[in-house]
């Protein structure tokens, strides 16, 4: 079984340290870069917004797929009262975001109601961020042989847009139900903690600030650890290319490699949490402020 | 007066990369030392909520670690699209 697992690891790393010979296949210049652009397949317009498919859409259906189906295909028969291998998984799952992701932050009221979103947030970025360290054949930039597209690693959550929706959902979703749930005036005044008169002209613009910057800082976090992560293991591997020096490589490839392991291993699954964390507590803290 | 010769507005790019980067890890390195020691500093003490610790440790661990990559990221915003 160990066996297994371990040559089933083996090979992913195997396909990952591939990929750069794409890049030496296409006798182009190597641009880490390219990772990033999105470049769209088939377009459609809605009056000035493209709504195309793209590299990012297919990932984003990709995660979708996965996290619906697999779930979906592991309860078919019905939940055991003995769980399996299998149904254990859904379990550790479905109890890590239970106890740790919304008991810990939403508050008893909003429970029923918050806890669903939450958890599927969890549950969604951990997937796209998973699938994002499985070599997938979708770079068109520099295609593999003929019309086969070149295996990359492409983050869907490292591009902006992405976060910044789902972060601009959590936040109109804490503003509407705090005022839901305080009433308007309360609502904004629950922002500014009490304080004395001379410093609240100062207070309340720190505050909005700081509600502002919830947009930017949820948003970045996420982006940048991913961009910055697969930057890292392309950059590590590309060293070999871009300083044309093959003696390098006993150096790079296992720094490429301890990376990639960490990402996939740590930061993957921690950012997960951390974006569906923070979202619990951003709309646990508009429905119940703490005065 | 704008810096019109490529190759100083290169360089200067590649400097600000470096040195962006660089000075951007240094306060998440003492964060993420800090943070460390302090963790082993509780669990040495009350080695039973070692597990807790651990997990509050982790979080602390994401939120600091992610300041070194908004620098990275700066970074890479004045080498690609400055």
New interface residues.
Partial sequence: MIRRRLSLTLLTLAGLLVFPLAAFGSESEFQP?EEFINTYWASFMIGPIEIGISKAVVYLWLAVLIAVLLTLWIVRGGLRTDPKRTQNVVEVLYTFSET?IGQATLPKVAYVRWFPYVASLFVFIWVLNMISFIPLPLDTHNPFIGPIPGLTIYAVTSNLSVTLTLTLVTVMISHVEGVRANGVIPYFKSWVPPSPKALLPAMIILEVLSQLLRVVSLS??LF??M??GH?LIIMCVGFVILLGNVFIAPVTIPVAVAFYIFEWGL?AS??A??FA?LSGIYIGSAIEPHH | MAVTDEGIVSAAKVIALGLGTGFGAIGPGIGVGYLIGKTIEGVSRQPELRSDLQGLMFLGLALTEAITFYALLMGFVAFFIG
């Fill in positions: 870069v740790n970045v976090r940048a650890n961009l910055g930057l930061v921690l950012q949490y951390i964390m």
